[in-house]
């Protein structure tokens, strides 16, 4: 908050020039839109819309003309197995939701657990209001529905070929009684799964292998809520020594619970770094745009009434001259 005063000899002068023209030189703050505003909608479609996309695109079967890497030729399926690229695409695979370091269902799973963390954070502070909850958890709503949708949709459109695809299509090939061109001699191995339905769903998941889901829905997870941590404890207008000394390693635990959650995608061979690299980056950077388009530097709403500007025109503290405040 600033003054600039300015003093006279010959008051009823000043007073005369600035009070014959009826100007609106002061501003009542903006006042708290309630619990949400009409314009919100936006953000309710936007996360609707993400989710319906995410969800068609997630039933579509990958493009064939893989956009990075070998591609699958459904005609050959012999020519993927050579060994000039067992490089890239040989590791074995590892069965799902069991033999995986990290289960897709614990990345599912965290997200509501995660929504009610940061909502059990709105409550600590005293001088959080509806809106604020409103707009944390809306945030995190777009944050995660938007990096589902764009991630699926660059799946689908690269149909990168994953690591352990020539044992997924050993797997698939070997074990139906019509194995095209595909040498079985010697193979042992069990089918991708003991239900029909499921094999097909995991024979076309070995086609999105860029960019990788668990790398980017962790760190959307992680870097929005170390946000919303930092906004409360770490840099915002409730942060103190004491909530820094602890804000700061959980912000730090959470990032490295999703990079430990990237690393194990490439150590049980379902991604390439590059997968998880970008898939990294794209959940850093949704996350980022959803939290500081709703929240400034001191983890105000930029909906509530905090920060809001004023102009007026008032009384100096001494008795010969008027003072101009802007408020801001």
Request: charged share 20%; proline share 5%.
């Amino acid at each position: 908050m600033h003054f600039y005063r300015l003093t006279c000899l010959h008051r009823w002068l000043l007073c005369l020039s600035i009070g014959a023209v009826a100007l609106p030189v002061a501003a009542d703050p903006v006042q708290p839109q309630g619990w949400w505003h009409a314009s919100d909608l936006i953000d309710y479609g936007i996360i609707a819309g993400s989710l319906g996309i995410f969800g068609g695109v997630h039933l579509a079967t990958p493009l064939e003309s893989a956009g990075i890497g070998p591609r699958f030729d459904p005609q050959h399926p012999s020519a993927t197995l050579d060994a000039s690229l067992s490089d890239r695409i040989g590791k074995k695979y590892l069965v799902e939701d069991k033999q995986e370091t990290v289960p897709a269902l614990w990345v599912g799973l965290a997200i509501p657990a995660v929504a009610g963390w940061l909502a059990l954070q709105e409550g600590l502070p005293a001088n959080r209001d509806a809106r604020h909850l409103h707009d944390t958890l809306v945030g995190f709503g777009e944050a995660m529905s938007v990096t589902l949708m764009a991630t699926e949709v660059l799946k689908f459109s690269f149909g990168r070929l994953r690591p352990d695809f020539q044992d997924r299509l050993k797997r698939y090939y070997c074990n139906r009684p019509d194995h095209v061109d595909v040498d079985c001699t010697n193979f042992t191995e069990g089918p991708l799964s003991d239900d029909p339905s499921k094999v097909e769903k995991i024979w076309a998941d070995g086609r999105r292998s860029f960019p990788s889901g668990h790398s980017s829905t962790s760190f959307a997870l992680a870097t929005y809520a170390a946000l919303v941590t930092g906004g409360h404890f770490v840099w915002g207008h409730d942060a103190t020594n004491t909530t820094r000394a602890w804000g700061i390693p959980l912000q730090a635990a959470v990032i490295g619970l999703a990079t430990f959650v990237a690393w194990s995608r490439v150590d049980d061979g379902r991604h390439n770094v590059s997968d998880v690299l970008t898939g990294a980056a794209l959940g850093t950077a949704i996350a980022n745009l959803s939290y500081w388009r709703r929240f400034d530097t001191q983890g105000h709403s930029r909906n509530s009434d905090f920060g809001t500007s004023s102009v007026s025109l008032t009384g100096g503290p001494g008795t010969t001259g008027v003072g101009l405040m802007l408020k801001f």
